[in-house]
């Protein structure tokens, strides 16, 4: 599948306030959205002369995808544009990595750059935790468990499971009292979706049989 790509970018000043509220410096933003150095530099040069880029200039590669791109980013907001750029071609539609980058920046929901970080950070934490890494979905599943009290004094527990190597969060299981069984009940409510979206992917995983009430 060939891909779509947007032409000339969008209006320097918006940018360079993307580039200045993520303090990134511009050799690595220029990298970033896929704009040479000295083009972005000579952009800067003129700006700070009182002489601003022409355009802004048409669009007509982000304007077809916008909604498709950004309905991926609103339903995972911690994806970063690489994972839309293939959700979206998983789609149908046919654009370039920089195309979703510069959709994701005009509306406001590139991940910054301390948030990006972060996330490598922590990645490399729990890496280390393995002895062999996971190399593809449904190899490792992640379980979480929360608790929230009620004003009129009930407890309701969430009860969610991921998986490790995609980071896909399978539907959560709600119980208004906390029981021994709601573990079960999450992992039975991810298996359940794993077997829509992959089938036969509930084989990799035995859940034990519950034991009989009495």
Do not use: C
């Amino acid at each position: 599948m060939e891909e779509e790509r947007g032409g000339p970018v969008g209006p320097f000043t918006d940018l360079e306030v993307i580039r200045r509220d993520a303090g990134m410096p511009t050799t690595r933003f220029t990298r970033l959205v896929g704009i040479p150095e000295r083009t972005y530099r000579r952009w800067q040069a003129k700006a700070k002369a009182g002489h601003p880029r022409k355009g802004p200039w048409p669009t007509p590669a982000r304007d077809r995808r916008r909604q498709a791109v950004v309905k991926w980013a609103h339903k995972y907001p911690a994806w970063g544009h690489r994972k839309v750029w293939a959700m979206t071609r998983h789609d149908g539609h046919r654009l370039s990595q920089s195309t979703v980058l510069r959709v994701l920046a005009a509306e406001g929901l590139l991940l910054k750059a301390d948030y990006q970080r972060e996330r490598r950070q922590l990645a490399a934490v729990r890496k280390a935790a393995f002895a062999a890494p996971p190399t593809g979905p449904n190899m490792v599943w992640q379980f979480d468990f929360s608790e929230y009290e009620t004003t009129t004094g009930g407890t309701w527990r969430v009860a969610g499971v991921a998986d490790y190597w995609s980071k896909y969060e399978f539907g959560w299981h709600w119980s208004p009292t906390a029981n021994r069984y709601d573990a079960i009940e999450a992992v039975e409510l991810a298996l359940a979706e794993a077997e829509q979206l992959l089938p036969g992917g509930h084989s990799l995983i035995r859940v034990p049989d519950r034991p009989r009430h009495r």
